[in-house]
């Protein structure tokens, strides 16, 4: 299993230009979760789902759209790119395991935006 | 909303020498989940506690998880080079609630 990708690893963005950062899992699992991380913010949810079809939003999600059409794919879109979007983006999938979901991490896109 | 603080921020140890992170939440969890993310790397998930006052073990690590479900500690016995990263604490209000992460403890090991 390849577990959690993400692509692309590293992206440079113009203010107000839009992308889509992939991320697919190969775990069957139904969570999954898309976080940004910031210096000493620690990881922030922007939005997840909890099964094909549904989709919810998290703590910081102004800016950003996801789907999730199958059970592997939630990809996130950045509508238009603001400075305040430089981060790291991390994409987490989970199983259900002893009364909670524990999240595997993808490698993560470090994202810019000039 | 839910809020959870991790204490200290950072901290720089001599190898072998004993470290603890703390994190303490606003509500009473469900259950709470420990990450270690090394430098440039990603989150990795350690351990998950759901019992009042459970304790676990993995080899140096210890965590603990209060008996009131608010706060949980991870300890490590005599730090190696290895144990590097940022450690992160992650609670639940409930079982199919979204996580909330503490902003983490920056552990430094000198050799």
């Known amino acids: 299993n390849a577990g959690v990708t993400q692509t692309p690893k590293f992206q440079v963005l113009k203010t107000g230009q839009s992308m889509t950062l992939q991320c697919a899992q190969d775990?069957?699992?139904?969570?999954m979760s898309w976080y940004r991380q910031d210096p000493g913010m620690g990881l922030r949810l922007i939005h997840y789902?909890?099964?094909?079809?549904?989709?919810d939003q998290g703590e910081v999600p102004n800016g950003y759209n996801v789907s999730r059409s199958t059970t592997e794919d939630f990809p996130l879109r950045l509508l238009s790119a603001a400075p305040s979007q430089t981060s790291v983006y991390f994409c987490?999938?989970?199983?259900?395991?002893?009364?909670?979901?524990?999240?595997?991490f993808g490698p993560g896109t470090r994202l810019t935006v000039t | 909303g839910q809020q959870v603080m991790q204490i200290p921020q950072y901290q720089h140890v001599q190898e072998g020498e004993d470290f603890t992170t703390y994190c303490n939440s606003s509500?009473?969890?469900?259950?709470i989940q420990w990450y270690k993310q090394r430098p440039g790397g990603h989150p990795v998930f350690l351990i998950q506690?759901?019992?009042?006052?459970e304790v676990k073990k993995q080899k140096r690590l210890t965590f603990q998880f209060g008996e009131a479900k608010k706060n949980s500690s991870l300890h490590i016995t005599a730090t190696q080079t290895t144990d590097v990263g940022t450690y992160f604490c992650?609670?639940?209000?409930?079982?199919?609630?979204?996580?909330?992460f503490g902003k983490g403890t920056m552990l430094l090991v000198s050799p």
């Open positions: 987490a999938s989970s199983i259900l395991a002893g009364g909670g979901y524990e999240q595997y």
């Open positions: 775990m069957n699992h139904e969570y």
């Open positions: 789902s909890v099964g094909a079809g549904i989709t």
């Open positions: 509500t009473t969890l469900s259950n």
């Open positions: 506690l759901v019992k009042s006052g």
């Open positions: 992650a609670g639940r209000n409930s079982g199919y609630s979204t996580l909330t």
